[in-house]
């Protein structure tokens, strides 16, 4: 017997080594479970097996007892935010973490008061614990909602103002353009001597009459070009357009620019070969003038002008604008592009609404090109854009 018993004896030790072990380990994670700031519990077989402290607070229960003997019904409203019926989703929500292990998705609870508030939930399938063990911990989300809410009211406010804006500059911009057509039109008439001589000084003023018309007639159709591109309303009328053809137009109306400055404009670049690109030629035209316009404006008298046509990435060409001007300040780079800024030029005293180049980039972009440019203050610019060649 008593060799028995010292036999028996280590065996026991073990075991209870072992049990110690384990109550150990099981008290560890009770306590972390307890100690969660994060709401937590633990469903078996669709009931609830426990529940942690931070789950009974936020959800306004006195203890874990009445908590976990609440009917799951209870804890939230009949449907949530997206209409479905709460039981029903609960119920897809538990399948989709059988199926994949774990599942993250948004949720309101009810409290006890009646109160309903939005959470984030985590379940988590607990393997070998008969199978259908879930943890689920969550995490009140009432203040990242409320951001979220102020954030969309406040985008969706900024979207309102700005669509007043573009309306009232397009609506403006068409009730400007009738008078200024008469003063144009009549200043035309005046200078024409239809209805007899003028003499020198009247001459001279109606042709400033006739001058500063034009040019506010340019401000106003570009401030309504602007306001279209920001409505998102750009019509434009793609075709096949034979880039040389394109550049006879481009050179015959620019050429009264080049010559009041005396530059020189350099065409290089295989026109005839390069075929057709897929774009509104209207569009493209204007594209291009604005950009050789702004090499001449901010050009130098008897200053250059090189113009580069070629092919680049596959699929598009490369149409290039180089001048030996001013340049552009790198600080300045970033605001080339934005509507009236005029990217360091306001005291310059060279003229210019600032809007060309955000509605050359809008006209651009929207035929499926690009645009861009490389500058060094002092030495000048050179300004580009890529287009779509046809496809044969
Ligand atoms: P605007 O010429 O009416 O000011 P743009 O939108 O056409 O407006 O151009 C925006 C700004 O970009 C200009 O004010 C100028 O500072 C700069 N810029 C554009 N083209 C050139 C150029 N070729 N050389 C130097 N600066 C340029």
């Known amino acids: 017997m008593k060799a028995d018993n010292n036999t028996l004896n280590p065996a026991s030790d073990e075991l209870k080594k072992v049990t110690r072990g384990l109550e150990v380990s099981e008290e560890k994670y009770r306590l972390l479970f307890e100690a969660s700031e994060d709401p937590m519990w633990l469903i078996v077989d669709s009931k609830f097996e426990l529940c942690n402290e931070a789950a009974v607070a936020a959800l306004g229960y006195d203890n874990q007892a009445e908590l976990s003997s609440t ?108 008078p ?57 009328s793609i075709s096949d357009v034979i880039v040389e053809d394109l550049f006879v137009a481009i050179k015959s109306l620019v050429s009264n620019l080049i010559e009041n400055k005396e530059m020189t404009l350099h065409i290089d670049g295989n026109l005839d070969q390069v075929g057709a690109i897929n774009c509104d030629r209207l569009r493209t035209e204007q594209v291009l003038i604005n950009l050789i316009s702004n090499a001449v404006k901010y050009g130098h008298e008897r200053g250059n002008v090189w113009i580069t ?48 180049l955000s509605i050359a980039k809008a006209l651009a972009e929207a035929m499926d090109g690009a645009i861009g440019f490389e500058s060094e203050k002092g030495v000048g610019s050179t300004f580009w854009i890529e287009l779509p060649l046809s496809v044969a």
């Open 71 to 178: 009917h799951p019904s209870k804890l939230s409203p009949p449907t949530q935010p997206d209409g479905q019926d709460s039981y029903a989703k609960a119920e897809a929500m538990m399948a989709a973490v059988v199926e994949r292990g774990h599942h993250r998705f948004e949720w309101v609870h009810r409290r006890k008061n009646g109160e309903d508030f939005p959470v984030e939930v985590t379940l988590t399938e607990i393997p070998g614990n008969g199978g259908s063990a879930i943890y689920c911990v969550w995490r009140d989300i009432t203040a990242r909602k409320a951001n979220e809410n102020d954030l969309k009211l406040a985008k969706e406010e900024a979207e309102r103002a700005n669509k007043a804006k573009s309306e009232f500059l397009s609506n403006m911009s068409h009730e400007l353009r009738t």
């Open 180 to 236: 200024l057509n008469a003063v144009i039109g009549f200043s035309e008439t005046l200078s024409s001597g239809t209805y007899g001589e003028l003499n020198p000084k009247q001459a001279e003023f109606i042709n400033h009459i006739h001058t500063g018309g034009e040019l506010l007639l340019l401000l106003i159709n570009d401030l309504l070009d602007f306001s279209h591109i920001e409505a998102g309303n750009v019509e434009l």
């Open 309 to 356: 046509v070629s092919p680049e990435k596959p699929g598009f060409i490369k149409i290039s604008v180089r001048d030996d001007g001013i340049g552009i300040a790198a600080d300045q780079f970033d605001n080339g592009f934005k509507p009236f800024d005029r990217a360091g030029m306001a005291r310059s005293g060279i003229d210019g609404p600032g809007a060309g």
